[in-house]
C-alpha cells in the first residue's frame, strides 16, 4: 500500500493536464492548484482505506476524468443560478422575485458605470438618492412623500423608532405577526424603543378597544396586515377609515404595515384579501410600508410612502444611513416602477406579475413542450405525463388561495423520487422540484420558456449520476 503513493501524479503534472480546458483557464490558479491539492487529498484517502489498490488506478490518464469534474463542481460560485420547479412564484429560498428585464439593464448599467447616484445634474451640486423613486412613488401611490430602506423589516423599526420611540403603540393581538425566520413584530417594535400595547383577542378586535386604549403615553395607531395567514370564521377588526377617524379624533398617527404590498389589484385573478397600496393610502393611512420584492416583483427594499411631515422626520433619522438603499437597488426599482404607470405594461413585463397571471392555456403550453423535451432528454427510462395541479403565489401573499395550472410528472426507473429530488440539487444549473404523494412534480408556472431544455438537460444529469454510482 505505501508503495502505491510515489505513482501519484504530481501536483505540476496535474495542473499542466488542466491548464488546456478551457472553462478553466480564467480561474485563479491558486483557486485550482488548492483543488488539486484536495483532490490528491482524496486519492491518499482512497489508497489508504484499499478503494486504490494498483498503480493504473492513479495514473494521470484514468484520473483525469474525476479531477475534470472535481475541479468543475468545486470551483462554482457558491452564490449560483437554480431552475425553480416548485410553482411558488416568490419563492423566498430561492431569491424571491425576478426582475424585469429593463431592472436588470438598470441594474448592469449602474454597476458598469458612473451614475448621478446621488448628484443633481440641475444644479452640479449633490443631490438625494431618494429623488430618483420618491416622484414616481408618489404618482402611483397617491402619497405625499416616499421613502425607501433596505426591506421592510427596516421601513417598520424606522417609523416605530421616528415616530413612537418611548411610547404607546396600540396595535390588535391579532395582527402580531411573525413572518419567516422567527421575526415578529413585538420583537422590532421592542428594539424600536415603542411600546407595544396590544388590544381586542385574536379574532376579534373594535374601535372601542382602540379608543379605550388611547392614553397621555400613546404614540401612534398601527395596523399589520396579516398577508402570511388568515383567520376566519368568527371575526372582526377595525377598519383603516374607522382608525384614520380614530387618529384624527385623537391627532395620533396611523401607520400601515401591508407587509408585501402590492401595486396592481389582483382580484380580476380570484385573488382577494390583499389592498393595493393605492388603496391603503386613500382610506387614510398617514405611513405606509410594504416590501420591494414580493408582488410589485422589483429588488429587496423597504418601501416607505404617506405625509410629507411624518416622511420627513423618517428622512432625518441618522439610523437612516445605516439602512438606505444602494445604486443597483435604486435602478432597478425605478426601472420596476415605470412598468407600473401603465398597469397594462406591468402585468406584461414585471415576470412575478406575469405568472401569477398567467392562463390556463398558455401553462399548459408550456407544460406539453417541458414534457416533450424530458421525453427527449431520458427516453425510454422515463415515465412522463401531465397533471392538473396548484401553485402557490408564496412570499406569504395569497396564504388562502391556490393557482390552478398544469404539472409535469416525472417517473425514471428503478430511482426513488426522493433520490432523483436531491440529486437534481447537485446539476448544473440545480434544478429545485417537489414531491406529492409520492409523486415527483415540475411546475412550469415558475419557469421560463428558456429554461425548460435546461430543466430537461438537469433530470438527464441527475439520472445518469444515479444510474452510474
Known amino acids: 500500500m505505501s508503495q502505491l503513493f510515489r505513482y501519484l501524479p504530481s501536483v505540476d503534472q496535474v495542473l499542466s493536464s488542466l491548464a488546456s480546458v478551457e472553462e478553466f483557464q480564467s480561474l485563479p490558479r491558486t483557486l485550482v492548484k488548492a483543488l488539486v491539492n484536495d483532490f490528491l487529498d482524496i486519492c491518499r484517502e482512497e489508497i489508504r482505506s484499499a478503494v486504490v489498490t494498483t498503480e493504473k488506478q492513479l495514473s494521470l490518464e484514468v484520473l483525469l476524468p474525476r479531477l475534470t469534474a472535481f475541479v468543475r463542481v468545486q470551483s462554482r460560485p457558491h452564490f449560483r443560478r437554480v431552475l425553480n420547479g416548485t410553482g411558488v412564484v416568490i419563492h423566498t429560498n430561492l431569491g424571491r422575485s425576478l426582475l424585469a428585464k429593463s431592472a436588470v439593464k438598470a441594474v448592469a448599467d449602474a454597476c458598469a458605470h458612473y451614475s448621478n447616484c446621488e448628484f443633481d445634474l440641475s444644479t452640479g451640486h449633490r443631490g438625494s438618492r431618494y429623488s430618483h423613486v420618491e416622484k414616481i412613488l408618489c404618482d402611483i401611490t397617491g402619497a405625499e412623500a416616499a421613502l425607501v430602506v433596505n426591506n421592510n423589516a427596516a ?24 413572518i419567516g425566520g422567527s421575526f415578529r413584530i413585538p420583537d422590532v417594535m421592542s428594539k424600536s424603543g415603542a411600546i407595544l400595547h396590544e388590544v381586542g383577542a385574536t379574532n376579534r378586535s373594535h374601535v372601542h378597544d382602540y379608543e379605550n386604549a388611547i392614553n397621555d403615553a400613546t404614540g401612534a395607531l398601527m395596523r399589520v396586515h396579516t398577508s402570511n395567514f388568515r383567520v376566519v370564521g368568527f371575526t372582526k377588526e377595525v377598519t383603516l377609515p374607522e382608525m384614520r377617524e380614530l387618529g384624527d379624533k385623537y391627532n395620533l398617527p396611523v401607520i400601515e404595515d401591508l407587509g408585501s404590498g402590492s401595486l396592481y389589484s389582483l382580484q380580476a385573478e380570484g385573488l382577494l384579501g390583499e389592498p393595493t397600496v393605492q388603496q391603503t393610502v ?29 416622511i420627513d422626520r423618517i428622512k432625518k433619522n441618522p439610523i437612516n444611513r445605516a439602512m438606505r438603499i444602494d445604486k443597483m437597488t435604486l435602478a432597478a426599482l425605478e426601472a420596476t416602477l415605470r412598468l407600473y404607470l401603465d398597469m397594462d405594461e406591468a402585468r406584461r413585463k414585471v415576470p412575478t406579475l406575469r405568472m401569477i397571471t398567467a392562463s390556463q392555456e398558455a401553462l399548459k403550453s408550456k407544460a406539453r413542450r417541458l414534457a416533450e423535451a424530458i421525453r427527449t432528454a431520458l427516453g425510454e427510462r422515463a415515465v412522463v405525463s401531465m397533471k392538473k395541479g396548484v401553485s402557490r403565489v408564496g412570499g406569504g401573499a395569497f396564504p388562502e388561495y391556490d393557482l390552478p395550472g398544469t404539472m409535469v ?31 415527483f412534480l415540475l411546475d412550469p408556472r415558475t419557469l421560463t420558456s428558456s429554461e425548460l431544455k435546461l430543466a430537461a438537460s438537469a433530470l438527464k444529469q441527475a439520472v445518469v449520476f444515479l444510474t452510474e454510482k
Not at 155 to 178: C, N, Y
Not at 288 to 309: E, M, N, T, W, Y
Open 282 to 310: 386613500a382610506q387614510g393611512a398617514d405611513v405606509v410600508s410594504f416590501s420591494g420584492d414580493k408582488v410589485l416583483g422589483g429588488p429587496q427594499a423597504g418601501i416607505i410612502v404617506g405625509r410629507k411631515d411624518y
Open 409 to 439: 410528472s416525472v417517473g425514471v426507473k428503478n430511482v426513488f423520487v426522493g433520490d432523483l429530488k436531491d440529486a437534481l440539487l447537485q446539476t448544473d444549473p440545480p434544478l429545485v422540484a417537489r414531491i406529492e404523494d409520492d409523486e
Open 155 to 178: 421601513a417598520v423599526f424606522i417609523m416605530l423608532e421616528t415616530l413612537a420611540k418611548g411610547r404607546e403603540v396600540i396595535v390588535s393581538r391579532g395582527q402580531l405577526v411573525e
